[in-house]
Antibody, heavy 116, light 108 residues
Framework: EVRLAQSGAEVRKPGESLKISCEAS????????IGWVRQLPGKGLEWMGT????????RYSPAFEGQVTLSADKSTNTASLVWATLRPSDTAMYFC?????????WGPGTVVTVSS | DVQLTQSPTSLSASVGDTVTITCRAS??????LHWYLQKPGEAPQLLIY???TLQSGVPSRFSGRGSGTAFTLTISGLRPEDFGTYYC??????????FGPGTRLDIK
């Protein structure tokens, strides 16, 4: 059974850094693109970017280029989303997803709250 | 970037009704268009991929049509569990996906 398990909710102050994770199981982690989707409170879905775990080739949506960093570790079947400097506008739910024909599996989401 | 619009923005319907949601792309996406349902407090789930293919486990009352720039999702015989927000999403622009703004379906 394919499963994407995400790390727990986080609360940070503006300017702090953060790494959230997504552990995949039930399939060959290296051979499917993993993507990240942001959902601001009460809003729609935004595509952030994607990474191919086999070679760590990462592609970013223009709106998120330079704002976040994607990484993947095949030894632990884990993808990560990293912020070097958080802003209050980063407060949102973040989903990791598996990309196939469409997005066929979604993690449950990680809530990130950035507030002073 | 490919932009997606959806109509209507929201609608109210009754159990048993048939509803259709439209998604339009700013340029052709061929059939690289997919549909999702998000229920409150949950992650979205894939309903239809490649414009018209039913995802495994999704009831046959869901159907999708279209190609190029115009697409529809039809739900025939609404059930209580079908209410939520529907999103279309394109994958024609390889790995730079975009989502539509969503269509909220409420119980009348």
């Amino acid at each position: 059974e394919v499963r994407l398990a995400q790390s727990g909710a986080e609360v940070r102050k503006p300017g702090e850094s953060l790494k959230i994770s997504c552990e995949a199981s039930g399939y060959n982690f290296g051979t499917y693109w993993i993507g990240w989707v942001r959902q601001l409170p009460g809003k729609g879905l935004e595509w952030m970017g994607t990474i191919y775990p086999d070679d760590s080739d990462a592609r970013y949506s223009p709106a998120f280029e330079g704002q976040v960093t994607l990484s993947a570790d095949k030894s632990t079947n884990t993808a990560s989303l990293v912020w070097a400097t958080l802003r209050p506008s980063d407060t949102a739910m973040y989903f990791c997803v598996r990309v196939d024909y469409g997005i066929d599996f979604w993690g449950p989401g990680t809530v990130v709250t950035v507030s002073s | 970037d490919v932009q997606l619009t959806q109509s209507p923005t929201s609608l109210s319907a009754s159990v048993g009704d048939t509803v259709t949601i439209t998604c339009r792309a700013s340029q052709s996406v061929s059939t690289y268009l997919h549909w999702y349902l998000q229920k409150p407090g949950e992650a979205p789930q894939l309903l239809i991929y490649s414009a018209s293919t039913l995802q495994s486990g999704v009831p046959s009352r869901f159907s999708g049509r279209g190609s190029g720039t115009a697409f529809t999702l039809t739900i025939s015989g609404l059930r209580p569990e079908d209410f939520g927000t529907y999103y279309c999403q394109q994958s024609f622009n390889t790995l730079l996906f975009t989502f539509g703004p969503g269509t909220r379906l409420d119980i009348k």
